[in-house]
């Protein structure tokens, strides 16, 4: 079994109530439904940072930056 270590980050108090009750409808521990998106993170959405190129991830935040008020213009819904 793996050995397991006790945390306390401060967390929104809006998420843990939301945690618990989830944890408790489904019959899981709360270190059970914890433990899921962090595994998730780290063996799925950590490698996919990396990935990117540093120089290829700058020139996509200086476009991001610049750009921004057209491209939240082209991601709005058309109008009818």
């Known amino acids: 079994m793996p050995r397991s270590v006790k945390i306390a980050p401060k967390i929104d108090a809006k998420l843990y109530e939301e ?3 989830v944890a408790k409808e489904n019959g899981q521990s709360q270190q059970f439904v ?3 998106p962090l595994e998730h993170y780290l ?3 950590v490698p996919l940072q990396s ?3 540093p120089e290829v991830m700058a020139a996509y935040r200086r476009s991001n930056e610049k750009y921004r008020e057209l491209y ?3 991601s709005a819904p058309l109008e009818s």
């Open 19 to 21: 945690l618990v009750s």
């Open 34 to 36: 914890l433990e899921r």
């Open 43 to 45: 063996h799925n959405v």
């Open 51 to 53: 990935m990117v190129r």
């Open 72 to 74: 939240a213009r082209l």
